[in-house]
């Protein structure tokens, strides 16, 4: 059983960077690929980012590499998303969630096993 808990989000202004935490509970977190999705009001949850366990292998959303940035330290049971260039598209409740040994190229939200609330992260025009 993983718990997760974003952290981070906020109200921002285009071109802003942010950087959204994740931390997890439980011992087993460097056996967990991790994944970062958003959800838009009236829209679907979209994949965003992910990072196998070792964090040596990232996958983006197309649109979004080269903005967005994943990683983890996996002695704090954390994995990151940084942010830069904000967008007003951007807007969305950020999640992340937890496939335990997956593959880092998995974007299909259900295929994770475990998910955290979600952080609010609103751009301002």
């Known amino acids: 059983q993983v718990q997760l808990v974003e952290s981070g989000g906020g109200l921002m202004e285009a071109g802003e960077s942010l950087k959204l935490s994740c931390t997890a509970s439980g011992r087993t977190f460097s056996r967990y690929t991790m994944g970062w999705f958003r959800q838009a009001p009236g829209k679907e949850r979209t994949f965003v980012a992910s990072?196998?366990?070792?964090?040596?292998?990232?996958k983006y959303a197309d649109s979004l590499e080269g903005r967005f940035t994943i990683s983890r330290d996996n002695t704090k049971n954390t994995v990151y998303l940084q942010m830069t260039s904000l967008e007003p598209e951007d807007t969305a409740v950020y999640y992340c969630?937890?496939?335990?040994?997956?593959?880092?190229?998995?974007?299909?939200?259900?295929?994770?096993?475990?998910w955290g609330q979600g952080t609010q992260v609103t751009v301002a025009v």
């Open positions: 990072i196998s366990w070792s964090g040596t292998i990232t």
């Open positions: 969630a937890a496939n335990y040994l997956g593959a880092a190229s998995t974007t299909s939200p259900g295929v994770y096993d475990y």
